[in-house]
Nanobody, 128 residues
């Protein structure tokens, strides 16, 4: 059973870049599809982006496409969310999630119910 721990959050100014990390233990991350979600105060958790276990497919929410990138370092067994040109509306708690590779993931990648394993989150605050 994989455990996930996010890090890298903080308070930044609008326009800068920030990279979040998702360190995995208890499992090899390359055998899992990985996703990032975020939740702002008073809002529902929303999909940010996801990447297939083989790195061949990536999906992003319209609001972040072109500015956010998901990647993975298999040596470090760690996933990343690089966020460029941050805007104040990116302020949220960010969570990484993972699910073992399976054929239907592509159709359901944006659903939080699709993912079996979750980290505890890291907070990002973007000041204007």
């Amino acid at each position: 059973q994989v455990q996930l721990v996010e890090s890298g959050g903080g308070k930044v100014q609008a326009g800068v870049s920030l990279t979040l990390s998702c360190a995995a233990s208890g499992g090899v991350l390359s055998g899992y599809a990985m996703a990032w979600f975020r939740q702002s105060p008073g809002q529902e958790r929303e999909f940010v982006g996801a990447m297939a276990w083989d790195g061949g497919l990536s999906y992003y929410a319209d609001s972040v496409r072109g500015r956010f990138t998901i990647s993975r370092d298999d040596v470090k067994n760690t996933g990343y969310l690089q966020m460029n040109n941050l805007k104040p509306d990116a302020t949220a708690d960010y969570y990484c999630a993972a699910v073992p590779a399976h054929p239907s993931w592509s159709r359901r990648h944006m659903l939080d119910s699709e993912y079996d394993f979750w980290g505890r989150g890291t907070q990002v605050t973007v000041a204007s």
